[in-house]
């Protein structure tokens, strides 16, 4: 079973993403979702593995998912305009956080959010995003998705 964002979740990100990046400098000639890697590995060595699905277009449906993480535990996304590459709890925190979501349950050990895409969002802006999971197997108790850089 697959955890849906509930509608007042996605309502509230996607204003919280507009505010947050309408004043972000643009990234051009970029693919719209690019994998940053460092991932820190925690459910059986596993790295999470966050992904996005969705054309970036004004209005239409844009998904992020997050897999292998641990099962029945509590995740946040951390979202930023640029990325800083940080090192935090034996990892690497990518974004140069400006927004924390969470909790949010990983049931299976996959998270989903999903919303539409913002239509006031400058085309070529790009945000940063990241996973951190509570996990009592990763190396200080966390473990991290990829970091992904999302432009529309």
């Given at each position: 079973?697959?955890?849906?964002?509930?509608?007042?979740?996605?309502?509230t990100?996607?204003?919280?993403?507009?505010?947050l990046?309408?004043?972000?400098?643009?990234?051009?000639?970029?693919?719209?979702?690019?994998?940053?890697?460092?991932?820190?590995?925690?459910?059986?060595?596993?790295?999470?593995?966050?992904?996005?699905?969705?054309?970036?277009?004004?209005?239409?449906?844009?998904?992020?998912?997050?897999?292998?993480?641990?099962k029945?535990?509590?995740?946040?996304?951390?979202?930023?305009?640029?990325?800083?590459?940080t090192?935090?709890?034996?990892?690497?925190?990518?974004?140069?956080?400006?927004?924390?979501?969470?909790?949010?349950?990983?049931?299976k050990?996959?998270?989903?959010?999903?919303?539409?895409?913002?239509?006031?969002?400058?085309?070529?802006?790009?945000?940063?995003?990241?996973?951190?999971?509570?996990d009592?197997?990763?190396?200080?108790?966390?473990?991290a998705?990829?970091?992904?850089m999302?432009?529309?």
């Amino acid at each position: 079973m697959l955890i849906e964002s509930k509608p007042v979740v996605t309502a509230t990100l996607a204003l919280l993403l507009s505010l947050l990046l309408s004043g972000a400098a643009p990234a051009d000639g970029v693919a719209p979702f690019v994998d940053l890697g460092n991932g820190l590995p925690g459910n059986f060595g596993l790295v999470p593995e966050l992904t996005g699905v969705g054309t970036l277009v004004p209005g239409d449906d844009v998904t992020l998912t997050v897999v292998k993480s641990a099962k029945s535990s509590m995740a946040y996304l951390v979202v930023g305009t640029a990325a800083d590459y940080t090192p935090l709890l034996g990892g690497t925190l990518v974004p140069r956080p400006r927004l924390f979501i969470g909790p949010l349950q990983t049931r299976k050990g996959t998270v989903v959010l999903s919303a539409d895409w913002l239509a006031n969002m400058p085309a070529g802006t790009s945000a940063f995003l990241q996973f951190w999971i509570l996990d009592g197997s990763a190396v200080q108790g966390y473990s991290a998705s990829n970091g992904l850089m999302v432009t529309p």
